[in-house]
């Protein structure tokens, strides 16, 4: 949201043939400055016999120009019914934080550390829950699509690769968003 200020100038006149001061008021422009806050986020979204849903909303501080850092939350829903007869539902959710660097205008690096509490159900029937932490490094592409809104992509790669994550084997995450300064 950007605000704009206005401020106002007064000037004091003496009218001809009075001894009473008049006043007159004149508006000054002020253009908006802008703000060291953007905010923005993710929606995951996977739809099948593997189906799962997920929002992450972030917020972050430009501590300078070209340096940011943030925090970010996630939720997601997963049901799996690639088993027949089985289906596992579960949600997840865990949060983040964040900096990032921009090397060029539109480029920019990118590490974030984030814990994530997973749930999961075996066939047996019995709950398991645990954490998972991930340390994610890796860089982002971002173009301007209007004066404060943008899109952005990345890939990271965990390099953790905790033996509790879905996400073990190696490979980048991808991940497509949309920012908005305010």
């Known amino acids: 949201m950007m605000t704009a200020i206005g401020s106002y100038a007064q000037d004091t006149i ?3 043939n009075s001894k009473r001061p008049v006043s007159q008021e004149s508006s000054v422009y002020q253009p908006p400055k802008e703000s060291k806050f953007y905010y923005g986020g993710y929606l995951n979204l996977t739809l099948g016999n593997y189906t799962a849903i997920g929002v992450e909303p972030l917020i972050a501080y430009k501590i300078t120009p070209d340096f ?7 939720y997601e829903y997963i049901s799996d019914n690639r088993n027949s007869g089985y289906s596992d539902k579960t949600s997840n959710y865990g949060a983040s934080i964040f900096s990032r660097y921009r090397v ?3 480029f920019y690096l990118h590490a974030q550390f984030s814990e994530m509490k997973y749930n999961t159900t075996n066939s047996d029937g019995y709950n398991s829950h645990f954490w998972v932490p991930f340390l994610l490094l890796g860089g982002g592409f971002s173009q301007q699509i209007s004066q404060n809104t943008w899109v952005n992509t990345q890939i990271l790669f965990d390099v953790i690769q905790n033996k509790n994550s879905p996400y073990s084997s190696g490979e980048p995450f991808y991940s497509v968003g949309f920012g908005v300064g305010f």
């Open 104 to 106: 060029l205008p539109q």
């Open 68 to 74: 940011s850092s943030g925090a970010i939350l996630s």
């Open 14 to 16: 003496v009218a001809k």
